[in-house]
């Protein structure tokens, strides 16, 4: 499975101010997806993160308040604007890497952002 | 929406004992389902993947899968106090974005 790291690994943030969390891969991948885990619930998909297309956002999560980029097929950010307390969570890249029988998604360690 | 709805936990076994974490779906067009162990403070790990009806075998875990009943479970054979964490089940949409299940924690006592 390929080598996935992210940046920063945790932050203390003020409310009002934005955070850029970087998600680097050690293979070229097409699919890239950030997820969201709240304290002590299970993960939620916040976009999928394509290169050279627009970042498809699901329900509820808006490009203003959760810009992506994805300029390469090893690189994407994810960023969290206008932070506020609600935005403390874990944030979470990852990758899908195609087997012979499916498609299997492999995550980095995480980013810890905690909103004061 | 896929709705992916796991056994409410939180799951004790004994060292030894077989844990079973169980998860339903409601999309019948699923094809494949995954399995994730969380330790604590650490990302989702793959454990476990299944996309043909009945069981899958890897070392001490089996995954079970039933379409008829949209039910696949997890069932740890041995269970070992190394292997408690929690548990989530996934299921992939049509872009292939996963929706997971609310977890289960599983102890494993010694």
């Known amino acids: 499975s390929a080598v996935i790291s992210q940046k920063p690994s945790r932050d203390i943030c003020q409310r009002g101010t934005s955070l850029t969390i970087q998600c680097q891969v050690d293979s070229q991948v097409t699919m890239m997806f950030w997820y969201r885990q709240q304290p002590g619930q299970s993960l939620t998909l916040i976009a999928t993160?394509?290169?050279?297309?627009?970042?498809?956002?699901e329900s509820g999560f808006v490009i203003d308040k959760f810009p992506i980029s994805r300029p390469n097929l090893t690189f994407s950010t994810l960023t969290v604007s206008n932070m506020s307390p609600e935005d403390s969570s874990i944030y979470l890249c990852?990758?899908?890497?195609?087997?012979?029988?499916?498609?299997?998604?492999?995550f980095g360690p995480g980013t810890r952002l905690t909103v004061t | 929406q896929k709705e992916v709805e796991q056994n409410s936990g939180p799951l004790s076994v004994p060292e030894g004992a077989i844990a079973s974490l169980n998860c339903t779906y409601s999309d019948r067009g699923s094809q494949s389902f995954f399995w994730y162990r969380q330790y604590s403070g650490k990302s989702p790990e793959l454990i476990m993947f299944?996309?043909?009806?009945g069981d899958k075998e890897d070392g001490r875990f089996t995954a079970q899968l039933n379409k008829a009943s949209q039910y696949v479970s997890l069932l740890i054979r041995d269970s070992q106090p190394s292997d408690s964490a929690t548990y989530l089940c996934?299921?992939?949409?049509?872009?292939?974005?996963?929706?997971f299940g609310s977890g289960t924690q599983l102890t494993v006592l010694p």
């Open positions: 993160a394509n290169q050279g297309s627009e970042a498809t956002y």
């Open positions: 299944i996309y043909s009806n």
């Open positions: 990852s990758v899908e890497a195609a087997s012979r029988a499916t498609y299997e998604q492999y």
């Open positions: 996934a299921v992939p949409g049509s872009a292939r974005q996963l929706t």
